[in-house]
T-cell receptor, first 112, second 113 residues
């Protein structure tokens, strides 16, 4: 079964607004990663947060991790039309340290 | 230069045929993977190789056989293709097993008719 569940399934916002996507997972993890997939393309790694970290920033991206709640969020600030894509969280479960398990993804549409 | 390249990008074939998808990475990574993305966009790992050694073999029909001639290549051969095999197959690589980000290829869209 999928390790992660993402919320919302789809999100539509105006350019310039912030977008927040949430991810929950089931088992203890080594790290959690976020990926972006543009339509018809491969996945692009955005950011990785380790299980002992609580927050991480990369440009307009901010990721938080709450291991007690087994959840993470991805915030994209000042969104742009080019941010339109599917966003996936993926975990490396502690039990299986050598595979990345993906959530179902959030489809983000940024309207210009 | 493309970091992880897959060929072909599109593959349309009839049921019962045998086909192969090739993958090469020029990043010097030790670990390579095959993922399957279904029509609902779910991504599921199929296989993982570390330095030519099979380390993950998920519950995949044995019609699927990966082959890694060297650590830069991981090919996927599929025998007796079925309609349900239609999906997008992604190759990926990583430097350190599970500890770093993965680099994905652009995918191979397989359609079985």
């Amino acid at each position: 079964s999928q390790q992660g569940e993402e919320d919302p399934q789809a999100l539509s916002i105006q350019e310039g607004e912030n977008a927040t996507m949430n991810c929950s997972y089931k088992t203890s993890i080594n790290n959690l990663q976020w990926y972006r997939q543009n339509s018809g393309r491969g996945l692009v790694h955005l950011i990785l947060i380790r299980s002992n970290e609580r927050e991480k920033h990369s440009g307009r991206l901010r990721v938080t991790l709450d291991t007690s709640k087994k959840s993470s969020s991805l915030l994209i600030t000042a969104s742009r039309a080019a941010d339109t894509a599917s966003y996936f969280c993926a975990t490396v479960p502690m039990e299986y340290g050598n595979k990345l398990v993906f959530g179902a993804g959030t489809i983000l549409r940024v309207k210009s | 230069d493309t970091a992880v390249s897959q060929t072909p990008k599109y593959l349309v074939t009839q049921m019962g045929n045998d086909k192969s998808i090739k993958c090469e990475q020029n990043l010097g990574h030790d670990t390579m993977y095959w993922y399957k993305q279904d029509s609902k966009k779910f991504l599921k790992i199929m296989f993982s190789y570390n330095n030519k050694e099979l380390i993950i073999n998920e519950t995949v029909p044995n019609r699927f056989s990966p082959k890694s001639p060297d650590k830069a290549h991981l090919n996927l051969h599929i025998n007796s293709l079925e309609l349900g095999d239609s999906a997008v197959y992604f190759c990926a690589s990583s430097q350190i097993r599970g500890a770093g980000g993965y680099t994905f290829g652009s995918g191979t869209r397989l359609t079985v008719v």
